[in-house]
């Protein structure tokens, strides 16, 4: 099963280590954890970005705004339709 993990990160931190720990879990149980970052247009990569690849997960960055920005959660829905998360 294909599963999203969706965050908004500014570090690697409690919540990240948490992530990260139930996404290589999932992984070594068969499922196909995907991380979702979301980040500013042009914002470098996140740690946790950077952490979930080095463990070999496959990795979304979803540029949005600071704000509610229904235009990337529409591309973000799309991209789950398309994959089917």
């Known amino acids: 099963m294909k599963i999203l ?3 908004d990160s500014s570090g690697l931190y409690g919540a990240e280590h948490v992530v990260l720990t139930l996404m290589r879990g999932l992984a ?3 499922h196909t954890p995907v991380l979702g970052s979301l980040r500013l247009a042009g ?3 996140k ?3 950077a952490e979930a690849r080095r463990f070999g997960l496959e990795v979304w960055p979803v540029e949005a705004n600071r704000s509610l920005d229904y235009a990337a959660m529409r591309r973000l829905g799309e991209l789950c339709v398309r994959n089917r998360i």
Request: negative net charge.
């Open 43 to 45: 914002e470098p990569v």
């Open 5 to 7: 993990h969706l965050i």
């Open 47 to 49: 740690a946790i970005e």
């Open 28 to 30: 070594a149980l068969g």
